[in-house]
């Protein structure tokens, strides 16, 4: 794969890259908050390719590669009071990027597989621009509603703490966030974490204003929950049972939200894309846009993902911040 940029308009461009032949079915893949292209790994993607998709993975603005916007993030006192600079941007900016980059690579409808604040930015492009979503898969996400999909107190503390300054420090801060966040029922690979940190920094050295700007952005979107009444696209939500970041009643709140859309429960996994869960989240994410278009390269579905099909836990389960 090969890094390139497009103009997505309204000043703002984007960096992506493409894995398997163009002739391919588009599968397009937004990463989470602060996170690069590079935090979809390799070997999954790999993984899709080898199933005929055509996949395209992309720096959201104010990280990696791509468009860094030039006033200063908010302080937390500012997100806490709702008081944004005016060239403040939400996910629904971050949702129009996504369809100019689509414009821009001359794709028209895809499958569409966000994690984290790429699950929020997904299911707004398919709220506000259904024609362009043949499938979403939202992974680990929420849908802004209060007190549900909150993160633990002791992620919130991890969140604020002193922004590193260097890349070993930068290293080392995402070995500690990872190891906190991470899969608990899956080996910690602490190689891979350090690895992609690094790389990370090398791209885009100094990265807290934009995590601060991305932040202050899913704060601004507010409660998106009656703006997902508008998806029509077959929706797939997966969640871990242990995410620390995005509490499971996040995940549960997205599936009510959409009309149609199945819950899928993964035991023992976090806010990360551990390598053990990699075959379950294709077959997973394969099996379902097979189901839109008759056309599934499953084999064999994976048992360590689990159909969870009942309610979200009630609110208060949900550590209130």
Same mark, same amino acid.
């Given at each position: 794969m090969s890094e390139q940029i497009a103009d997505v308009g309204r000043g703002v461009s984007l960096t992506y890259e493409r894995l398997g032949g163009n002739d391919g079915t588009p599968l397009v893949l937004v990463p989470g908050l602060g996170q690069q292209l590079v935090a979809w790994p390799d070997g999954l993607c790999e993984l899709f390719a080898e199933r005929g998709y055509q996949v395209i993975r992309l720096d959201n603005r104010d990280v990696g590669g791509s468009t860094h916007a030039g006033f200063r993030p908010p302080a937390p006192q500012q997100m806490l009071f709702k008081r944004w600079d005016p060239a403040q941007y939400?996910?629904?900016?971050?949702?129009?990027? @996504?369809?100019?980059?689509?414009?821009?690579?001359?794709?028209?409808?895809?499958?569409?597989?966000?994690? *984290?604040?790429?699950?929020?930015i997904s299911? @707004?492009?398919? =709220?506000?621009?259904?024609?362009? &979503?043949?499938?979403?898969?939202?992974?680990?996400? !929420? @849908?802004?509603?209060?007190?549900?999909?909150?993160? =633990?107190?002791? #992620?919130?503390r991890r969140m604020f703490g002193r922004p590193a300054r260097t890349r070993a420090e930068h290293v080392e801060a995402s070995v500690r966030m990872y190891r906190h966040i991470s899969s608990a029922g899956y080996p910690f690979d602490e190689a891979a974490v350090r690895a992609t940190a690094g790389l990370s920094w090398d791209r885009d050295p100094r990265p807290a204003p934009g995590v601060g700007r991305q932040l202050a952005g899913i704060l601004k979107s507010?409660?998106? !929950?009656?703006?997902?009444?508008?998806? @029509?696209?077959?929706?797939? &939500?997966?969640?871990g049972d242990r995410d620390m970041m995005v509490h499971p009643t996040g995940g549960a709140a997205t599936?009510?939200?959409? =009309?149609?859309?199945?819950?899928? #429960?993964?035991?023992?996994?976090?806010?990360?894309?551990? =390598?053990?869960?990699?075959?379950?989240?294709?077959?997973?994410? +394969?099996?379902?846009?097979? *189901? #839109? !278009?008759g056309q599934s390269h499953t084999t064999t579905q994976s048992s360590t993902a689990t159909t969870n099909s009942s309610a979200a836990p009630?609110?208060? +389960?949900?550590?209130?911040l």
């Open positions: 939400d996910l629904h900016d971050m949702a129009a990027d @996504t369809v100019g980059l689509l414009d821009a690579l001359g794709l028209g409808a895809v499958h569409l597989v966000g994690m *984290s604040m790429g699950g929020m299911q @707004t492009v398919a =709220a506000r621009y259904p024609q362009r &979503v043949a499938s979403l898969t939202s992974i680990m996400s !929420t @849908t802004g509603a209060a007190r549900l999909g909150r993160p =633990a107190l002791s #992620t919130w507010g409660d998106r !929950t009656k703006e997902l009444a508008a998806v @029509t696209a077959p929706t797939l &939500v997966v969640h599936a009510r939200a959409i =009309a149609g859309a199945r819950l899928h #429960t993964v035991p023992g996994m976090g806010h990360d894309l551990p =390598a053990g869960a990699w075959p379950a989240l294709v077959d997973l994410i +394969d099996g379902h846009i097979g *189901s #839109t !278009t009630r609110s208060a +389960d949900a550590p209130n």
